[in-house]
């Protein structure tokens, strides 16, 4: 199975991501930008639930060789097309009329750890699986627009420290702080719970989008405006 599919139970969606481990290049971006979509397009849709179908990895964020073999070839324009396509998700989860939960099932890994936060509610398998930020031990700095909106989803103190000592942090660390909200002991528990708290949040999408529109605001302002100086230029890596 590969591709990024989804189906409903009644009024959840559940985007599955089949890329194996994600990794997160141009192609991954236009196919869950493509999910999204469609799924918003169903005016039945009340929830999202974002998993992986891997048993082991949610997602292990860039496909860091595939951008490395873009510079090599000096193709430029898809690098730059990749990081303004996961924008572009990362704003559609952000602005979403419905409630977004991830249901992360296995290792969440830079941009894929930074996906998740993105959406509005997190749950996490306990049994397999870590949340990391290793960009700082491999060169990456966060784009504004990233910072600003993990910042929403987990404690100041704690983004701080898995940001800058790039640490693996389990599941019942991430409840303990309120970075999910809750971590479930198998994938089938995992999915389960998730997909009963999606079912919970049956709000209209006029009043639930305008709140995500305004509470998000800053952090949209910032993508749009700040993120074209680091994309453009491809300022995306350090390397001392």
């Known amino acids: 199975m590969s591709g990024i599919e989804w189906k409903k139970e009644e009024s959840v969606a559940i985007i599955s991501m089949n890329e194996?481990?994600?990794?997160?290049?141009?192609?991954?971006?236009?196919k869950l930008s493509t999910a999204i979509d469609e799924v918003l397009s169903d005016q039945d849709v009340l929830s999202i639930v974002l998993t992986s179908g891997d048993p082991k990895i949610w997602s292990i964020g860039v496909d860091v060789m595939w951008v490395q073999e873009q510079m090599q070839t000096d193709n430029h324009e898809k690098i730059k097309a990749f990081m303004y396509g996961m924008n572009t998700v990362f704003k559609k989860l952000l602005l979403a009329p419905v409630p977004v939960i991830a249901a992360i099932n296995g290792h969440a890994f830079g941009n894929g750890a930074i996906l998740s936060c993105a959406c509005d509610f997190r749950f996490m398998r306990s049994d397999r699986g870590y949340f990391c930020f290793p960009e700082v031990d491999l060169?990456?700095?966060?784009?504004?627009?990233?910072?600003?909106?993990?910042?929403?989803?987990?404690?100041?103190?704690?983004?701080?420290?898995?940001?800058?000592?790039?640490?693996?942090?389990?599941?019942?660390?991430?409840e303990t702080h309120h970075v999910i909200e809750k971590a479930c002991e198998n994938t089938e528990s995992l999915m389960d719970t998730s997909i009963a708290f999606a079912k919970t949040l049956q709000k209209k999408r006029g009043i639930f989008g305008e709140h995500k529109k305004r509470m998000h605001k800053s952090i949209i302002e910032t993508i749009e405006k700040e993120d074209p100086a680091y994309i453009d230029t491809l300022f995306l890596f350090v390397s001392d």
């Open 20 to 30: 194996g481990d994600n990794k997160h290049n141009l192609d991954f971006a236009n």
């Open 139 to 174: 060169g990456i700095p966060f784009l504004p627009g990233m910072i600003a909106f993990v910042k929403k989803a987990m404690p100041y103190y704690k983004f701080n420290e898995l940001k800058l000592t790039g640490k693996r942090a389990s599941a019942s660390e991430l």
